[in-house]
């Protein structure tokens, strides 16, 4: 059975067919969901299901694994649930319990809910992320994808060149300041140091420009503080509008993948006492969007 993808929303999101996950893909296959990305941004594969050791094998054929031991994650090793090269975007605790409402690890879990893309604060951002929908709650807990080609190609001119050159910060820091949450350890403040990012980057398969923004961008450089969260806040309001978002609700066993280099998603609302059990794998960008400034 060959792969065939059907786009879901006017402007991006493809679902895909005739592919089972838990397979060695082909090389053919490979080049057909690379080539699916570079299209839709997200890819939604129906009825996958894996478990961990599949979900990161069918990851690592489409590349590198995002590496494990960089700055990003408020839990210790010996307090996490699953093993390494997955993530738990769970609810629960090491113990499968549902976490408490005061750890700080679902604080951390919280700021998913603003607008981002994946490890945009980190040097050389993510490339793809790949999250398999194991347990879900009864209501709630869509994730929301904006199309961030679709938002620059409708800048007006004059914000178009205004953007063009910009360079920006980002930081768990502003992310998680967004919510309230600044209990950070000086260690924390010390790994999450800001990285700079351009505001517009190229995509290097296709060579269209998007926005390349998340709320973990909190400073534009050369810019005063107020002016920079400011234009940051207009110009999520203009990408986040209707029109380029797709919201994805989930059924068991989804496997949905976006490229974070065009898109920005966020998680909503679910009742915080079912439980949602959510794993993902990340796929290594290669290069830095700027030169950094060490
Ligand atoms: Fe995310």
Redesign the pocket.
Known sequence: MSISIRQLHPVFVGEVAGIDCREPLGREEVAAIEAGMDRYAVLVFRDQNINDEQQIAFTRHLGELEGYNTPGHVRRREDQRLGPGIADFSNLDKHGNIMSDEDRVWFFKLG?RLW?S?SSFRRIPAKY?LLSARVLPSWGANTEFADMRAAYGALDARTTDEVEELICEHSLIYSREAIGFTDLTPEEIAAFRPVRQRLVRSHPMTGRKSLFLASHAGAIVGWTLPEARMFLRDLTEHATQREFVYSHSWRPYDLVMWDNRSTM?R?RRFDRNEVRDVRRTTLAGDVATVEQVE
Do not use: F, G, K, L
């Open positions: 998913d981002h994946d992320s998603h998680a």
